[in-house]
């Protein structure tokens, strides 16, 4: 018991140089108390190095460097530091007429990292910036501890930021939580009602156990307090992950918008099934690998932006395969439905092999840039990562292009009067041939948008846009040939929906019971959900 109690007694000693360190006024030196625990085991070092960690200033970041760099060391009662061939006083940073070679140096071991590693956060957590600072207080609130709560206080005084404070008040929580104090108990169990991390949830759980007659927690108001704030951790974690499952099917439903669009377009104009649209999507992701392979060659400061420098080179690339298949192939197949069908299919095997050739099997590497990186995080396991946010603003700002082009340009103007009534377009002098070849260009361009996109999320390779067609014709069905708003709405809801179902039933009983719904709205409602307007809709 004694080697226990005389720990005990040299922590005590430390929390308290290090309570004179923060209360009192700026020292030129340490005080040599802070200091004494480096002359015991590891034990008593690793309390002295937390004393260090909470007092914090210039002279405790001097020590513990010196410490991690393995040059602290003892002689006798005195704490050393060894720079080259000078000795200097650990406390005061005066030379010491001491011999480098009589210094005995402190080993460092993995124990002593770890509590140089907690010193370092402590000393982050006051003198840091806003993300070191929340880094420090996560850190410090895996491993929270009464020593620590000076710190916390002393941090929190000063600390602006609500995410900071945040994390501070739940670290306080959790270390009063096992206090004697009753009140304390009381206060830290309503404190952590405010976190969403399910850890948070299984510690105050352990308070509502009972072995036999007797309560982990005694007290009954702490004991209502834990269980109120349990509930509400459920409610948090329940509505953060509903947001997220929201999200993600925004994310994929923004993705099967960018690949219907261009369907929609072109299959309202020539009621084409092109099969290799989902190719279209891989031409315009391997076009915005292209470019960011020359930025990394010859612009490698502005990597950063080679996404947005491959939005025209996606779409440009799509946009002239597109109108190579309409012009060699698909324009001889008009009015022909299943050679056109059989036909894309086939091209859409070419432009896979080509790639494979030109390219390779194997998939390609796309880095996203920094500014798409990272994410906003809602609860512990929930984060809405910022490449797909980028993704559904994208989505949104090519559906307004392509709702003004084609309602206030005077090629949408056509391509709308072919859709409803190609004989009759015609008639009025409508150049319906180069109507088909245009939509096709703008269709096909907006697949290649839907590959650059893609190419943020998912793997890029030859065969990427086959896992599409079949979900874009979905789009196209449900929503309305030739119907922009149908489109919209079918994407977002089937991807939404996709998600939900996902989460209940997994990703292939999911997608069962979309095809299931779809092919019954269908037979209940053949025109979509927007009917195609027009004497030719009428007829």
């Not at 509505?239 to 929609?264: D, K, M, W, Y």
């Not at 194997?362 to 880095?367: C, D, G, I, R, Y």
């Not at 149908?486 to 994407?491: D, F, K």
Request: charged residues 15%.
């Amino acid at each position: 018991m004694e080697p226990a109690m005389n720990r005990l007694l040299l922590r005590l000693v430390l929390f308290c140089a290090a309570l004179a360190c923060l209360a009192g006024p700026a020292r030129a030196a340490l005080d040599p108390a802070l200091l004494a625990g480096f002359h015991g085991d590891f034990s008593s070092r690793v309390a002295a190095i937390e004393a260090l960690g909470v007092a914090g200033g210039d002279d405790a970041r001097r020590v513990l460097a010196a410490l991690e760099e393995g040059n602290l060391g003892v002689v006798g009662e005195r704490v050393l530091i060894v720079d080259g061939d000078t000795v200097r006083d650990a406390a005061t940073g005066e030379a010491a007429e001491v011999a480098a070679a009589d210094v005995d140096l402190i080993t460092v071991n993995n124990r002593v990292r770890r509590a140089l590693s907690a010193a370092h956060a402590a000393l982050s957590l006051l003198a840091g910036e806003r993300g070191e600072r929340l880094a420090a207080a996560q850190n410090l609130s895996e491993n929270a501890s009464e020593t620590l709560l000076p710190l916390f206080e002393r941090a929190l005084a000063a600390e602006k930021d609500e995410a900071v404070r945040g994390v501070l008040t739940r670290a306080m929580a959790k270390v009063n939580l096992g206090a004697a104090n009753p009140a304390k108990r009381l206060q830290a169990a309503e404190a952590l009602g405010e976190s969403s991390d399910p850890a948070v949830k299984n510690m105050l759980a352990v308070l509502l156990q009972k072995n036999g007659d007797t309560w982990a927690e005694p007290d009954i108001a702490v004991r209502t307090a834990a269980e109120a704030s349990i509930a509400a951790i459920d409610r948090r974690v329940a509505t953060a992950q509903h947001i997220g499952t929201v999200f993600s099917g925004l994310s994929l439903g923004s993705i099967l918008l960018l690949a219907a669009l261009g369907l929609a377009i072109t299959y309202g104009v020539m009621g084409i099934i092109n099969m290799a649209h989902g190719e279209l999507l891989m031409v315009g992701a391997y076009a915005t690998f292209m470019v960011q392979t020359l930025f990394r060659s010859y612009l490698p400061g502005w990597l950063d932006w080679y996404v947005v420098a491959a939005i025209p080179v996606a779409f440009f690339a799509a946009a002239l395969v597109g109108v190579a298949m309409e012009r060699l192939v698909l324009r001889h197949l008009y009015g022909r439905p299943l050679e056109s069908l059989l036909a894309t299919w086939g091209l859409s095997l070419v432009l896979i092999q080509a790639m494979r050739i030109i390219v390779g099997p194997q998939n390609v590497e796309l880095a996203n840039p920094s500014w798409m990186s990272g994410g906003i995080e809602l609860a512990a396991g929930v984060v809405l990562p910022w490449n797909r946010i980028v993704i559904i603003g994208f989505a949104v700002f090519v559906l307004v292009l392509i709702w003004l082009t084609m309602q206030k340009t005077r090629l949408g103007m056509f391509v709308r009067a072919v859709t409803q009534n190609r004989p009759m377009a015609g008639c009025v002098g409508v150049p319906t041939a180069r109507v088909d070849t245009l939509a096709f260009a703008i269709g096909a361009g907006i697949a290649g948008l839907g590959g650059l996109a893609l190419s943020q999320i998912a793997n890029v390779g030859p065969a990427m846009g086959q896992g599409y067609i079949v979900d874009s014709f979905m789009v196209v069905v449900l929503g309305g040939v030739g119907q922009l708003a149908g489109a919209v709405w079918a994407a977002l809801g089937l991807g939404i929906v996709s998600k939900f179902l996902e989460g209940w039933a997994g990703a292939v009983i999911a997608k069962i019971l979309v095809l299931v719904f779809i092919i019954v709205f269908i037979q209940k409602r053949p025109q979509g959900i927007f009917a195609l307007k027009g004497r030719f809709a009428d007829s």
